[in-house]
């Protein structure tokens, strides 16, 4: 019964900052990782960055100057922090949660980013 929500897309114009929360309920225990991931009109999802329970993170070197991701109060819940965007990092943005080998997905939020 573990559900992925994912909040905070919208538009915003190209320099502009957005900030999304993802948030992951039903589960007793801390998920290992938490995740995001686009997928941009007629491309693959990829990778944006990944938090790790220790509190490591991992970012696409083309992202990491400019996103970060972290940790709320909230257990399993992260956020993506995002500035100077592009009209490039429009896409759906998705949030995962992985327990051992389960990874729980969310149904994305859209962010579009105007020239």
């Known amino acids: 019964q573990v559900q992925v929500v994912e909040s905070g897309g919208g538009l915003v114009q190209a320099g502009g900052s957005l900030r999304l929360s993802c948030a992951a309920s039903?589960?007793?225990?801390?998920?290992?990782?938490m995740g995001w991931y686009r997928q941009a009109p007629g491309k693959q999802r990829e990778l944006v960055a990944v938090?790790?329970?220790?509190?490591?993170?991992q970012y696409t070197d083309s992202l990491k100057d400019r996103f970060t991701i972290s940790r709320a109060n909230a257990m399993n819940t992260v956020y993506l922090q995002m500035s100077s965007l592009k009209p490039e990092d429009t896409a759906v943005y998705y949030c995962?949660?992985?327990?051992?080998?389960?990874?729980?997905w969310g149904q994305g939020t859209q962010v579009t980013v105007s020239s």
């Open positions: 995962n949660a992985v327990y051992g080998v389960t990874t729980y």
């Open positions: 039903g589960a007793s225990f801390r998920f290992n990782a």
């Open positions: 938090l790790t329970n220790a509190g490591s993170a």
